[in-house]
């Protein structure tokens, strides 16, 4: 995964471009992804598509003809959606245009404006303070034309139309954590998904920010009513602990499957209310919808120094972070493809577990892991509590207690009710994780 | 404020009498209070309006004709409602007559049998150790004869029936934080909701202890289904900060109004759940009314060493604690009027909130305390949330997400449910406090 | 209790057998305990009720003669459900069948086999490292043989047929405190229901471990739907503190009753959630049943060292404790019998309680707790809260509530609901400990 993101780290993404598409193609090397052309002006709902942006060249020479600020050496050089520009002026003049960090002075912000006309520059602060008074040649050759904006989807059918929403965004320019580290995660994940059976339907989403949701939102309508559960991953590579935001209504299934799968993480991880600001959970969770989408990420964004600057690079992104957030997400699936309600067909009183073979024999001393899992699943299985249900009241894995509940089918002790058997066995989420091995 | 206490203090006030009709008259100066007279002998629930006492003198003289106690020079010297008397007695047989606080030795404490016949004087305990011996003149020259129980009562019309009922009491004699505090605050409120357009009515009462509130709600029985929210005022001109103490109810809108206003306070405040002990607030909300009346302190009664003693005198009373808790109660009005349920009108994704000028047009930075109650409140109204309701989750002053609402509306972005609006528009409570200066 | 338990102490029970009869017998002599008798054989739920096992003999004899195990010195040397055995094996051999704990080398272990043929023998640790290479006799003279299963019980009806389920243990042998404590404690308590007027029917069981309560229940299917309330009692006679388990349904009235009784205990006690392990709860809460039953205990099973080991012995079991325990539980049986719900009489504003005797008369000062109690009982009796309601929100102990709603009635100023009269004019649950005195 982080080769992947090496490959796709040079690129200049935006909101529109080329360097989206170029994007999305690289990803479409590993998965089926479907590249989707929006054009621009087209309305969806409050917003309208804008302009595609595409810059092949931007800089600030000094007299001499040295580039001080060069768009060839660093993608955020500049301000993302400038306007082109073809001047001189003084660098009192310039000075407005120029964006840095004082208290960062080696790193190179990280700024926009796609929705007022302008440009800009953004440099490093030891940079601005080395340029000499004087005049300079002031260079952006970008384009805003009308074009489209592109986005990338991939649907997984399953064997009910109950569907998975996964999305990440794709529109940061050089900037690792936010958001290749999302790009390149959900790419193995979905690798891993299509390479097994599944009870739900998964849609995979990689949009640019704030506009992509909106207009896929705005296109899909009608389909969202299929979504039971919906995840947005974003900042997931960074060596932080793991962060879970809630969706807007806060006891959706996600709500209580991250925050569980969370307690079994090796470091302590954080669980946030949902609040209107963030990342595309703001659309998901939008009233008019208000789908059960939470958000992902490890050290919550705009709360770590590199955040939106040239220090979220490709060492900020660990391999280890990436591999530890895949296999979060593949217990995640595995808790939704196995979660289930059962019915205990041996209710009145405790079955006799040691004529199946599932109790030690000789008595007078207490009971482990897997026997307390066995009884917690017989005692719990009325057909009202599901094996999340159980598991948090036993304080015990999910996995634990879905294996116990296995044991107990197996022995005809238990069975899933009706609409659970359906989606159960469609699942052969259980052991490995699925992925093959490297990807180029 | 402080003036207003300083003139009703040296009156000699009681659960009935001249004293009570004269502070009643003084306080009509300000705001047109009626006066209600009810007579002895009423029935009223389980109780019976009891005779008007007055006492003209009262008084301890020893052998030498030295008034060792003097109700002239204190209005707590004598046992209100004490019997009229005049004899001679030796010390010995006074004494149980004479009540003093042997660990507060130079304070006057507070006494009363208003519904059991007997007579008493209260000294200090430095009084009592210097008597001497011997044969003492023992006189009170009080009346206790049929007359009536006086009140105050103040209605202000709104534009709508739904009131706010205001209590404080009228009883305690020279004693300033219980209650001239909650008097003189309640007539400076009384004053600025007169000065304002408003959609509640308010409905202010000046009562006697216990036997006030049972004869007022006995007389307007068939009134108080209109009583949306209500406030005892008693005690909230001390140093102290403030004590909400809850209505039965425990949920009502109250309830969670005060909590919220006082989370801005400057002092860690006090919630407390309802007890069947207290002032008004017991009658208020006994099981035959329940009303959603809550109690609003600084120090909670008994609980500071002046209470009810010599020592609640006017200088315990401090001009900043009065004019805060009127703040307190005016931010308490602007919510109540200004509360609402709203409909986002662009719920389906955010708006493009930088359309309409509500939004900085420079990304890749945060968001500032405005724009996140603007998200806020768009994320939130679905028409089922009040604006007390979204600044409870967006922990954000009620004040703060008023105004996001209003810019919105302002913006057609939002409007006001039906009901509201009719409310709403009736309200102007914004800005300042109404207050118009001082008062003589 | 402690006399009794001591006259039980040495006979050797199991879930089946002799033993269990004479111990049941001996219980018979206090209280009318029946005794019923289950064929082996016989179907119950999915188990099967064993055979009756009887021993008569067993040791390990060195090649001295000398028995170096030998049962008669103590019960727990043999492995319960033992098969016959009479051979000779070498130690090396025999050593897989040798039980004992090496970290407590003076204690004997409990073991038990009941429903896997094998045989053992228990020792203390340092009996076994004393134990010579060579050969040994090895002798278990008992016997497996159809028989049946026995079981006491005794209903003690009341006034009405709602019932109180008591459950012990008796099948432990010479352990004192696991489960002889149970037993004798249940037997006085028994005693002292017999000798009141209730409300109430009570029913106490005297049962084997698992299979007992399974066995009981699969005779008594039809008739469990009267038990309101049960509790079983189990280790209380141990120095340590009171620990409640909660029923299956977590919010029975004996999930709050007991621990607001345990509140009052003179040291910290412990609530548990219900889980699935534990004792004859299981199955009283096995979802086919989901009966409203907790479980008492002192120190939690195994999380004493002398748990099931030769240590629970008579030292072990204190009198005191075992006393403190039945006050408890006599506690309880007052507050399940005059439990109610009240309406007050006179709901609109307090009633005057002076007139009715029940209120000082100088007032100016504060309340007592049964004042407290008295408008705890009016503010709150509106037909809905019960006088545990009440006692819980008044954080006041249930007695205090219960004594004063006597009083309120007394006074007509309060009524019992309907129902809760039937219930209350059986009961005569008020005062001291029913109990005559010391029982042989």
Not at 17 to 35: D, F, K, Y
Request: net charge negative; hydrophobic share 35%; aromatic share 8%.
């Amino acid at each position: 995964m982080h080769a992947l993101a090496g490959r796709l780290f040079p690129i200049c993404r935006s909101i529109t471009g080329e360097g989206v598409r170029r994007s999305l193609r690289m990803l479409g090397e590993m998965i089926p992804l479907e590249l989707h052309e929006v054009p621009s002006g087209t309305r969806v709902f409050d917003w309208t598509v804008p302009q595609e942006w595409n810059v092949r060249d931007a800089y600030v020479a000094n007299a001499r003809g040295e580039r001080v600020i060069d768009f060839r050496r660093h993608n955020l050089h500049v301000v993302q959606y400038s306007t082109p520009v073809r001047t001189r002026m003084t660098l009192d003049d310039l000075r407005s245009r120029l964006h840095s960090i004082p208290e960062r002075p080696n790193a190179i912000p990280y700024r926009t404006s796609f929705y007022k006309e302008t440009w800009g520059f953004c440099l490093t602060d030891t940079q601005l303070r080395a340029m000499e008074p004087g005049d300079y040649e002031v260079v952006i050759d970008a384009s805003l034309t009308d074009g489209s904006l592109t986005y990338g989807e991939l649907f997984i059918p399953g064997d009910t139309g109950e569907e998975v929403l996964v999305h990440a965004h794709c529109c940061h320019p050089s900037l690792a954590n936010d958001n290749l580290s999302g790009l390149v995660v959900a790419t193995y994940l979905a690798d891993a998904i299509l390479q097994s059976a599944r009870r739900y339907s998964y849609r995979f989403v990689f949009l640019p920010g704030t506009i992509g949701p909106i207009t896929w939102l705005s296109r899909n309508e009608n389909r969202v009513n299929h979504i039971r559960h919906g995840l947005v991953l974003t900042g997931i590579g960074d060596p932080g602990p793991f962060t879970y935001k809630r969706s807007r209504r806060g006891d959706a299934l996600i709500d209580r499957a991250m925050p569980h799968l969370l307690k079994s993480a090796p470091a302590t991880t954080r669980i946030y209310d949902f609040e209107p600001y963030g990342y595309a959970e703001r659309q998901y969770c939008s009233p008019g919808f208000n789908l059960p989408v939470g958000c992902l990420m490890r050290t919550p964004h705009a709360t770590y120094p590199e955040y939106h600057t040239s220090d979220d690079n490709l060492d900020f992104l660990r391999p280890e972070s990436l591999e530890e957030s895949l296999r979060l997400l593949i217990d995640l699936v595995h808790l939704l493809e196995r979660d289930r309600r059962c019915m205990n067909l041996s209710p009145k009183g405790e079955p006799q577990l040691g004529k199946y073979g599932l109790y030690g024999s000789t008595g007078g001393t207490g009971v482990d892991t897997r026997q307390m899992a066995l009884l917690w699943v017989l005692n719990s299985s009325d057909g009202s509590a599901t094996l999340l249900d159980i598991a948090e009241r036993a304080r015990l894995p999910f996995s634990v207690i879905e294996e116990a509940a296995s044991e107990l089918e197996t022995a005809g002790l238990l069975k899933p009710l009706e609409h659970d058997v359906t989606f159960r066995e469609a699942g052969d989420w259980r052991g490995e994780s699925p992925i093959a091995g490297e990807k180029p």
